[in-house]
């Protein structure tokens, strides 16, 4: 398995055919693999960065690796803060890093999964996700 053209998943449509059963099997793979990624380490992987044009990633969110087919997140409100700038990695950009700005506070959805999530869980389900609709960091960021 390896990262693709970064070129080849910017602004990319994805139109998804496979079951959740060939889903998951893939996403077994890419798990494999992301828990091998050193500087940086992987805390997520979406399909189109390994030339899988599905609408899934795979991230560790709470501390455990999963898969999250079609992912969605819409901001919750703070009291506070509602979005802070973050310094962003992607195995997509080797070396580079990007100042984002993203919401401190999310709820997340997927296949079979709805929850809330703050700190680097949301970080890393909003980078994700973004993947899969076709955005990454270097549209939506600064170059640091
Ligand atoms: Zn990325």
Request: charged letters at 25%; a positive charge.
């Amino acid at each position: 398995m390896r990262i693709i053209k970064a070129s080849k998943i910017e602004g990319v449509k994805i139109v998804g055919s496979a079951s959740e059963d060939e889903i998951h099997e893939k996403a077994l793979e890419m798990i494999a693999w992301a828990k091998k990624r050193r500087n940086p380490t992987a805390l997520g992987l979406a399909a189109c960065q390994v030339g899988i044009f599905e609408r899934f990633f795979v991230a560790k969110i709470k501390g455990t690796w999963g898969v999250f087919i079609n992912p969605v997140y819409k901001p919750l409100s703070c009291r506070y803060l509602s979005t802070q700038m973050c310094i962003e990695e992607c195995l997509s950009y080797r070396g580079e890093k990007y100042a984002v700005r993203r919401y401190v506070k999310i709820f997340a959805a997927a296949s079979g999964y709805r929850t809330v999530l703050n700190g680097i869980d949301a970080i890393v389900f909003q980078h994700e996700t973004d993947h899969c609709n076709g955005i990454t960091i270097k549209m939506i960021g600064v170059r640091r």
